[in-house]
């Protein structure tokens, strides 16, 4: 029941997986004369500080405080959207948009992952799957609400609309949630830096910005590049919701494998089709490859993102889970923040998104590399279960 609970929570961190819609949207119109690679900065602080509070939020509720940082956060997040439909300029949606939206989201998602670790051992894999999965839903549902409900009733109230439902799922997840195991006053301040001497540790948290180099690159575009290629802007903006549905089956696919397997090794072949996928996808010129790719990297993506802090359980105490997965999460959030912004400006300098492409493709690939270091370093052989 907590994992469904959860869930509902991790709807909001869909709000911020929906952003491609509003890339297209800002660059179709109020936003027009600014350049695709500048309108992405809204989106990439967005990404950003989902994961910069991660220090901050795993340490507070390594020290027992949960409820009233949900509950501000919640309200930050409910005001933000209700404000994001009163801007017109730049920087009113950079601090609506990005800022408020985004920190507001990072200080909800982050605790969610400690609950569940919290909560659930030998089903940990599927328990963190079903909370992954909220974020696919409202990730899918999002971006077509907004999309149909512009031309009926306006961005404005599209956006108040989007605000009253965030109030109504805020409203079930933060009031019904609890901690189970009592706080334990852990050494130490916000850092552990002694977790880094645990070399999986650290190139596992290295993997991880570099995939996120690449990983928002396919999202953050795929509707851009759809209508670039000539298809109906009414079609194209379906890729995204498309690929946020497929991401579901990653999400709580990949909780059943990796308690079956593991998570590291869940996460390495997801990771590569990851990577193959977003090479490839510039070349998808139309329809049914586009819609294809978008389901394809849409379920791989959603493994990663779904599986994320799962390995840090592993790798040290359960006192001090909430803390490793802070540091985790904020360190994440350079290449978050980095990640899309690059690849507008290679677009933008090329004038293509072949190798915007090759780029983001290249990180996840590295990515990969990295997490075959991680479980051969902390097994010392390719095989087994980790």
């Not at 350049?35 to 027992?64: K, M």
């Not at 940990?124 to 999002?142: E, Q």
């Not at 609400?145 to 108040?160: E, N």
């Not at 990771?271 to 586009?290: E, I, Q």
Request: with cysteine; net charge positive; hydrophobic share 55%.
């Amino acid at each position: 029941m907590v994992a469904y609970e959860l869930g509902w929570l991790s709807w909001v961190f869909g709000f911020v997986n929906a952003w491609g819609v509003f890339q297209a949207y800002y660059q179709e119109t109020v936003l027009s004369d600014t350049s695709p690679s500048t309108v992405a900065w809204i989106g990439s602080l967005q990404y950003a500080l989902v994961f910069l509070p991660g220090l901050f939020t795993g340490r507070l509720f390594d020290l027992g405080h949960y409820r009233l940082p949900q509950l501000l956060a919640a309200a930050l997040l409910i005001i933000g959207t209700f404000l994001a439909a009163e801007c017109h300029e730049y920087w009113q949606f950079l601090l609506c948009q990005g800022v408020a939206i985004g920190l507001a989201s990072g200080f909800l998602f982050g605790p969610t992952i400690a609950v569940v670790s919290h909560w659930f051992r030998a089903r940990r894999g599927l328990a963190l799957g079903i909370l992954a999965s909220g974020s696919s839903i409202g990730g899918t549902v999002i971006p077509i609400a907004v999309r149909k409900l512009i031309p009926m009733v306006g961005f404005k109230w599209a956006m108040r609309i989007i605000g009253f439902i965030l109030l109504f799922v805020l409203s079930i997840a933060v009031l019904t949630l609890r901690r189970r195991l009592p706080a334990k006053k852990v050494s130490g301040g916000l850092l552990n830096l002694k977790a880094f001497l645990h070399i999986p540790y650290t190139i596992y948290v290295l993997a991880s910005v570099v995939s996120f180099l690449g990983l928002y690159t396919v999202l953050t575009y795929l509707e851009v590049y759809g209508t670039e290629i000539g298809l109906p802007e009414d079609f194209a903006f379906y890729m995204i919701p498309i690929a946020n549905a497929a991401s579901l089956f990653g999400r709580v696919g990949s909780g059943l494998v990796s308690d079956r397997i593991g998570p590291v090794n869940t996460l390495i072949p997801s990771t590569l089709v990851a990577g193959v996928c977003t090479y490839a996808w510039p070349f998808a010129r139309n329809k049914g490859s586009l819609i294809a790719l978008a389901c394809i990297y849409g379920a791989a993506c959603g493994v990663f993102v779904g599986m994320l802090a799962t390995p840090v359980a592993k790798m040290g105490s359960m006192d001090d889970v909430g803390r490793r997965t802070g540091m985790l999460m904020t360190v994440i959030a350079a290449g978050a923040v980095a990640g899309p912004p690059i690849s507008g400006a290679i677009r933008d300098t090329t004038g293509s998104f072949v190798e915007v492409g090759y780029y983001a493709g290249s990180m996840i690939i590295l990515c990969v590399l990295l997490l075959i270091c991680v479980k051969f370093v902390a097994l010392g052989t390719l095989r087994g279960k980790f």
